[in-house]
């Protein structure tokens, strides 16, 4: 039977962003947190890197801003940017106080900082190579022992509950009341009923046929808010990783920016290096630039991968810096403290996403999105390295604070109608999911991948809109899975995208296209509305 739950809070995703959310808000409300799978899975749990923030006396607040400005081609959003940087302290402090064990220099005092590619100063705070680990274990545990915190694993969110689609209220006084949610275990649809209810899903990396991300970064929150009446902002700029290690049974995983922040150089087939090429920064160069120039090459020479090495650093140097990395590779037969290691770029991280303003509010009110999920303004048309958990962080104490100083919680007082399933069936037609979804990935690949046309995005403006077309009859007539779920959210993810990359007649940051190579003389965010689709 299907249930209905009712909570104060109401936050979807277990990253980063998610929990941080959860930890300030539990001392004085009653938290439920969904996910789509274990609590654990996530793409917080996969972030090698670090944290960047100011935390030397050589480094300062307006460098920060200057290397993220920089890297975001000048269209990051400034007070955005001076926002989050300057929250970065504290928000530290705050992983700090929960126990994140972050690494510290020999002797214990003082914390171990890194630099990576974009950045002018060292300001990456991390744990080892595995900071996403190290932060989403911590958290994870605060937030289990914590009385006012549930979790729901194992659901699968479907959509949002406004007042519009229960009583057909005016979109101006239109709210979230709270959301349907696929139970894995039961397979029956669940209403949650909530006063607030966040959105911190991940992105949608999942879109492409090739990416760094866990299979939950499907692009959920994103594609749940614009159904549900929400604005997204710079769906066009899609950050692919340059590094991720190229092998089969690997399924591309990353290799932190971190490896050349200490050294690692790129090579060619043969042995010769190349990104002196490309840009004066070398191996530092911004992400885009890096994938942009190993995609050339490898299109170029017509070869699978190039090759990253820092054995020169020596075994003691790599396996002290990157001890999960190494142990990684070394399972899959790549020893990198005596030779490169083969890697190509993968889908990573959507710089786009639900428009929200310094609270995390959304156009829709008692919604919010952080993490990943939103857009802020922060990363401009690229994203900093290791801007991103530092987002997460500030941005979800920030909401926290909007909720507890918004005064008493309101439920919304009437009945939500439960689930309908009297006019579907189960499906025995799985195999078109499958293809869908296949081909779904692989045009976007090929035609909104590093490089772009404009015929290539016309060829998948057309291709989006049939899929559409044949997912929204499958949904209207059978039983929802999560298969069809994640089909159906990443093909309206993949017009968004598609439409903001046609929208934007320049290259800059992370959308290049061959029949718009220059920078255009003014530039603004892409922001798309539901209302005028």
């Given amino acids: 039977m299907s249930r209905e739950y009712q909570t104060d809070i109401l936050i979807v995703g277990a990253g980063a962003a998610g929990l941080t959310l959860a930890l300030e808000l539990a001392d004085k409300h009653q938290v439920a947190i969904l996910t789509k799978g274990d609590i654990h899975e996530g793409a917080t749990l996969y972030a090698q890197g670090g944290v960047a923030a100011v935390l030397s006396d050589k480094d300062t607040v307006d460098s920060h801003i200057k290397d993220t400005m920089i890297a975001g081609a000048d269209l990051g959003d400034t007070d955005a940017v001076r ?3 300057e929250q970065s302290k504290q928000s530290i402090d705050w992983l700090i106080e929960q126990g994140v064990p972050f690494t510290r220099y020999e002797g214990g005092e003082h914390y171990h900082l890194t630099k990576e590619g974009g950045h002018s100063h ?7 190579d595995a900071t996403g680990q190290a932060i989403s274990n911590t958290l994870i545990e605060n937030a289990s022992k914590h009385p006012n915190i549930t979790f729901y694993p194992d659901r699968v969110a479907i959509d949002l509950i406004t007042k519009h689609k229960v009583n057909q209220a005016n979109q101006s006084e239109n709210e979230c009341i709270g959301l349907y949610s696929l139970n894995h275990k039961t397979g029956q649809v669940d209403v949650f009923k ?5 959105l911190a899903t991940g992105g949608a990396s999942k879109v492409y046929l090739y990416t760094s991300n866990p299979d939950t970064a499907s692009g959920d929150g994103i594609a749940m808010a614009w159904r549900a009446g929400c604005r997204v902002a710079n769906m066009e700029f899609n950050q692919f990783h340059p590094t991720c290690l190229y092998d089969s049974k690997a399924k591309t995983f990353l290799i932190s920016e971190a490896v050349r922040g200490e050294g690692g150089r790129l090579l060619l087939p043969d042995g010769s290096a190349f990104m002196s090429r490309f840009d004066d920064r070398k191996e530092l160069a911004p992400r885009d630039v890096v994938a942009r120039a190993i995609d050339h090459e490898i299109k170029r020479l017509g070869v699978n991968h190039v090759l990253l090495d820092i054995s020169h650093k020596g075994s003691d140097f790599v396996k002290s810096h990157f001890p999960t990395i190494y142990e990684r590779c070394l399972s899959y037969g790549y020893d990198m403290t005596k030779e490169p290691i083969p890697v190509v770029p993968a889908a990573h991280y ?10 995390g509010q959304t156009d829709l009110a008692n919604l919010y999105a952080v993490g990943e999920t939103s857009y802020t303004g922060l990363h401009g048309a690229n994203r900093l390295a290791s801007n991103s958990l530092l987002e997460c962080i500030v941005y979800a104490r920030s909401a926290a604070q909007d909720i507890l100083n918004s005064g008493e919680l309101k439920y919304y007082s009437a009945n939500i109608p439960a689930w309908d399933e009297t006019q579907v069936t189960n499906s025995d037609e799985d ?4 293809h869908n979804w296949h081909e779904l990935r692989r045009f976007m690949w090929d035609y909104v991948g590093i490089v772009r046309t404009d015929k290539r995005l016309i060829r998948a403006k057309h291709r989006v809109d049939l899929l559409l077309s044949e997912i929204d009859e499958f949904y209207s007539n059978y039983r929802v899975s999560n298969d069809l779920l994640e089909l159906r959210n990443l093909a309206v ?6 439409k903001s990359a046609m929208t934007r007649k320049e290259s800059r940051g992370l959308h290049f296209t061959l029949d718009h190579p220059d920078l255009a003389q003014e530039s603004s965010p892409t922001i798309l509305s539901p209302f005028k689709d």
């Fill in 431 to 434: 195999v078109v999911i499958a």
């Fill in 122 to 128: 060292r300001r990456i705070i991390h744990s080892a």
């Fill in 194 to 198: 909530a006063a607030k209810v966040a």
């Fill in 83 to 85: 926002f989050t940087v």
């Fill in 350 to 359: 959507t710089c786009g996403g639900v428009l929200v303003n310094q609270l």
């Fill in 493 to 498: 993810v993949a017009k968004l995208i598609i």
